[in-house]
């Protein structure tokens, strides 16, 4: 995701570096925000020169802020050197639209809607003024693709991979009750006069009430006629995944916005599993323990500090705060999370964990179709991560059960490998809460999405290098130290590499024994890139040193592929 405001677009700098046969982008190509909302005017790194000053709602504004981010050199570069595969999130056309389910009909809209329903046929004109599609525009009213709506769409490199893209927000939406679980949680905290944690259970009422907040927003996404994909979008999903098992194709990826894994979130009280056997839990080399406590205790004039590269990925300077100097929502807002967390609240409802009955039927179109290699690449949510899609992530009822990514042991095996790409400048977990050291924030999202989720970066921007063969897929996770300014550093700190099966398997369960799923190192950067090294980045995982010839492509909002098929060489990138 590349917000104009949260930064230089450093990581489209580094990936024109490469000779990318094509690259792909993932959503949130650009922000409708005026310039003071995400961000704000203070928390902004580009604060001027936002182009309109405004929100965007007529064609001419859409249009103005695509040149606006295409004045970005790298952006520039990037684009003249490859073809680009883009398929929009929300933020290209407007925050929740998908909400307005009669956005299809314009008979059936009521006035109050016709504005928004003007702007969307705006912003979708500019998308494609913009982005090179497959989509030819129609008029709104023709009958067969309003607005020019139908993006979804199939690649085919030889017989070593096949690329679906998918499209998740606003052809088939409906429109789930949003909820802002995080504030309910805040506002039970306050109603019983914000009670630090060692006296929940005491405090008569208060695990109660998050306990059936929890019930109810489990309710909430078990809903069956919630739709993402459609009945049409998926019987073209299960042609197109057939035909490519039976075509031969080593592995079958898809490209689509938002996380599909069963996303439980952090459990920071779980994060015993990741400490040393020999070690005790109040052991200093994680200090996890006495981080939460001092910042949920909230003692006036208690000093805190913002901990890991949030202000240094954002050019601030790293300070300590007192209790009365700080945002005053930081005490409060650490013991929510810690509630969140210690119950189990869900709070995502916007991605696919928001779907639980539409995520089983896709789930058991793709076991159906026989996919044994599948691979699918999302973002979204700003922080990287790497795991596994089972079918059981689909099958159980969460108003029923606490569902926690399904057993090793399923017979079912896991159906997809999911790499979930990083925001170019937009932040993720770590802006929203930045009191808490990166370390942390990594291990607490492990254990609570595990046995799933086998890799987890919560603070850094960057993009996904990936390379196919018909011996392995290998995704590489490079990372940049800083949006704040174009002086930047990179660094890879680790790849994931897949081997291609026979039978659908567990490849969790197989990481050790079989290495279906493998976690290694990185290959070496190119000279072109100034890579980390000693001090030069304390914020940024180091990587080896840089050797002329070798190819890299940064962190998970973007997704660079290079394909090694029937065709020669093949490379992309996908950025969200």
Known sequence: CSNWGWGYFNAYDVARFYDLDFWIHLGDYIYEYGDNTFPNRTEAVRYHGLTPKGETKNLDEYRARYALYHTDVGLQELRRKAPLIAVWDEHEILSDVFLDSSLDNADTIPPSQEAKQQRVIYAIQAYHEWIPTKTRLQNVNDGKDTMGKTIYRDFQFGDLLTLLMLETRLNERTGIKQENAYQKVVDILKKYGNPPPYAWESTPGLVDEWIQLRQDYKKIVWENDNTLLGDKQMKWLSYNLEKSVKGGTTWQALGQQTVIQNHVGMQLEHIRKFLPKDKDLNDNDLNWQEIIWNTTWCMPGMEYQF???????????????????????????????????????????????????????????????????????????????????????????????????????????SLLTEFVATGVTAPGKEWEIPQWPP??????????DSPSLLYANMSHRGFLLVTATHDKHVGEFIYIDTVGSTNYYAGCPVSITMKPVKKQIDRLKHHDAQRTLDIGECAEMPVYIPYCSGLKCPYLPQTKPVQAGSAVFFGITLVALILAGAFGIWSYAVHP
């Open 439 to 448: 370390d942390l924030l990594n291990k607490a999202t492990l254990a609570g």
């Open 307 to 413: 901990y890991g590269n949030q202000r240094a990925l954002y050019n601030i300077q790293d300070v300590p705060f007192t209790f009365e100097n700080a945002n005053e929502s930081v005490c409060i807002d650490s013991r929510a999370h810690l509630a969140i967390s210690r119950f189990n609240i869900p709070t995502q409802f916007d991605d696919w964990s928001g779907y639980f009955a539409e995520r089983g039927r896709f789930l058991e179109t793709v076991k159906k179709t026989g996919v044994k290699n599948g691979v699918v690449y999302s973002a979204d949510i700003h922080n990287a991560m790497c795991g596994v899609v089972r079918m059981v992530d689909g099958m159980q009822n969460p108003a029923e059960e606490d569902v926690r990514g399904g057993d090793s042991d399923d017979p079912n095996g």
